[in-house]
Nanobody, 126 residues
Framework: QVQLVESGGGLVQSGGSLRLSCAASGFTLDYYTVGWFRQAPGKEREGVACIKSSDGSTYYVDSVKGRFTISRDYAKNTVYLQMNSVTPEDTAVYYC???????????????????WGQGTLVTVSS
């Protein structure tokens, strides 16, 4: 069964850290760009961070630069999003997805999206 499963969400205090995981099954992430997106209540979905498996290139939205890090574990077929120094503005449902395009086209333009996970809720308390 082809699927992406996110995990690691939860309640965290402002200034704290959280690591989200996106595990793929039924296919390999080796040929994809993988990205984390988020959608807060009443707001549009936005691309947070993307990584291209073939060359390791990354993209981060300005609001998370220096705080969030996206990474790959090839052996586990999993992508992570390390979230540090979180703020209440980071509260959202976080989704991971795959694409066959560049990190910018995926994160900014949401082009050629293929697989999506079910999402994991991150709540940051002030």
């Amino acid at each position: 069964q082809v699927q992406l499963v996110e995990s690691g969400g939860g309640l965290v205090q402002s200034g704290g850290s959280l690591r989200l995981s996106c595990a793929a099954s039924g296919f390999t992430l080796d040929y994809y760009t993988v990205g984390w997106f988020r959608q807060a209540p009443g707001k549009e979905r936005e691309g947070v961070a993307c990584i291209k498996s073939s060359d390791g290139s990354t993209y981060y939205v300005d609001s998370v630069k220096g705080r969030f890090t996206i990474s790959r574990d090839y052996a586990k077929n999993t992508v992570y999003l390390q979230m540090n120094s979180v703020t209440p503005e980071d509260t959202a449902v976080y989704y991971c997805g795959t694409s066959t395009t560049t990190v910018q086209d995926m994160c900014v333009m949401e082009r050629l999206l293929e697989h999506w996970g079910q999402g994991t809720l991150v709540t940051v308390s002030s």
